[in-house]
């Protein structure tokens, strides 16, 4: 097997057992096992648990993200309709298999010091996320589209910890419920009527 196939397969093996299981709970052990590798070559590979860790989520920002992103905006191709799809896409996120929550919440949780690398790199995949949606709220050309943002990822969030907490994707409507007002009193703020032809 190659190198680079190896170093692949124990990121992969890590992040679907960092996904289940969270960081602490999982040893090196256990992530060699489940790449079919010897415990020597995953420190060959990686100095530390803590590196791997930040392969891991460096693998699960770039493929999430970018998953999400295309879900929205396959649903539409309206700048406000996408705010909204952003639910939706969230809704199908929930109703997988292997649904466990958000990894980068669990990663702040269980790394809660400011300022080292794995609790700055999860705190930045969160900002990622409200960054696009704010992107959005800027091509809706909405009140306020920073603000606007803020709240509308503050909704995500809390479907994500409902939707893990209830094992219900249904969190997800009641959410797109609260952001279809949010964007509703935007609207009504920059002069724009919920009714193109009034």
Not at 14 to 39: M, S
Not at 73 to 102: I, M, Y
Not at 121 to 127: D, G, L, V
């Amino acid at each position: 097997m190659a190198t680079s196939s190896k170093r692949e397969q124990l990121v992969h093996a890590a992040l679907e057992l960092f996904l289940k299981r969270g960081f602490q709970a999982v040893g090196v052990d256990a992530i060699a096992d489940a790449a079919g590798v010897t415990k020597k070559t995953l420190y060959h590979h990686f100095k530390s648990k803590d590196e791997l860790i930040l392969a891991a989520l460096r693998l699960r920002d770039e493929t999430f993200r970018n998953s999400f992103m295309r879900a929205v905006e396959a649903k539409t191709e309206d700048p406000e309709g996408r705010l909204l799809a952003v639910f939706d896409a969230a809704e199908e996120w929930f109703r997988q298999e292997d649904f466990f929550g958000c990894l980068f919440v669990g990663g702040i949780h269980e790394f809660p010091d400011a300022g080292t690398p794995i609790h700055n790199m999860c705190r930045e995949a969160k900002s990622l996320v409200q960054a696009y949606i704010t992107k959005l709220a800027l091509a809706a050309e909405l009140d306020q589209p920073v603000l606007l943002s803020e709240q509308l990822a503050l909704l995500l969030e809390g479907a994500i910890v409902m939707a893990q907490t209830n094992g219900s994707p249904a969190s997800a409507a009641q959410a797109k419920k609260a952001a279809e007002v949010l964007i509703q009193n935007s609207r009504t703020l920059t002069g724009q009527s919920a009714d193109p032809g009034s």
